[in-house]
């Protein structure tokens, strides 16, 4: 019997395209949806021939269309009759230091990492609240812990902003509805591909989203991953001087 539905945004490429195989290899049914569907059909079958008993939905989405989050997301609890869970996981790592003159990427990163997940945040709890039950996944980043400078001070911004979200959810408790935030540590993927330097404690996708599921399974509250190093980084990065959190990461 499947486990339930759990449906992931940004789910053709990195983190969510890996999280919907380990999903699916724990037993759920998946709604998958993404800008580019070739990828996503490509996931489909794949996961439908690992396991034949599996249901796999994929829908087109650009997070950016407000209107387009909320129609997809209800199609999606139409179709399956139920959403267990949806994971808030597209994302953009775009970005230029403030006042370099790309405004643009950083505006872009900031649409789809806050606004995008503002947006899809509202569609999952509309299903939620009408079910009286889910749980609520927002993937933000160790960078959201604290200010990052140059061409990730957008992008840290906007995961600090993702984690305010899933603690402002929480607290209003919301009746049968549990709410996660993740913060990833330095986990290979496509975002990261183009980083040709070797970076500390970077671990492979596999490994990174396996931590990440384990920790969903769990529905902790919130959760540094991998455990290590991030843990210790963690509570190092929100209590020392910035100028020493700055060497850091």
Known sequence: MPQGVVLIT????????????????LGYDLALCARRTDRLERLRDE????????????RALDVTEDDAVFTVFQQ??????????????????????????????????????????????????????SQQRGHLVLISSMSALRGMRRSMTTYAATKAGVAAIAEGV????VPGVDVSVIYPG?????????????????????????????????RKVKAYVPAWPWVPIG??????????????V
């Open 170 to 173: 929480r607290s209003e408790r």
């Open 47 to 58: 996961v439908t021939a690992a396991y034949p008993g599996r249901r796999v939905s994929v």
């Open 186 to 218: 330095y986990i290979r993927s496509e975002m990261n591909e183009h980083v040709t330097q070797k970076t500390r404690f970077m671990v492979d996708t596999v490994t990174g989203v396996r931590a990440m599921v384990a920790a969903i399974e769990k």
């Open 10 to 25: 940004g789910a053709s490429a990195g983190l969510g395209e890996e999280m919907a195989r380990q999903f699916a290899a």
């Open 76 to 129: 999606f609890a139409d179709e399956f009759g139920t959403i267990d869970r949806v994971v808030v996981n597209a994302g953009l790592g775009k970005g230029a230091p403030l006042g370099t003159g790309r405004f643009d990427a950083n505006r872009a990163t900031a649409m789809v990492n806050f606004v995008g997940a503002l947006a899809q945040t509202e569609a999952a709890l509309r299903i939620f609240r």
């Open 235 to 248: 509570v190092a990065m929100r209590l020392l001087p910035l100028s020493v959190v700055r060497k850091m």
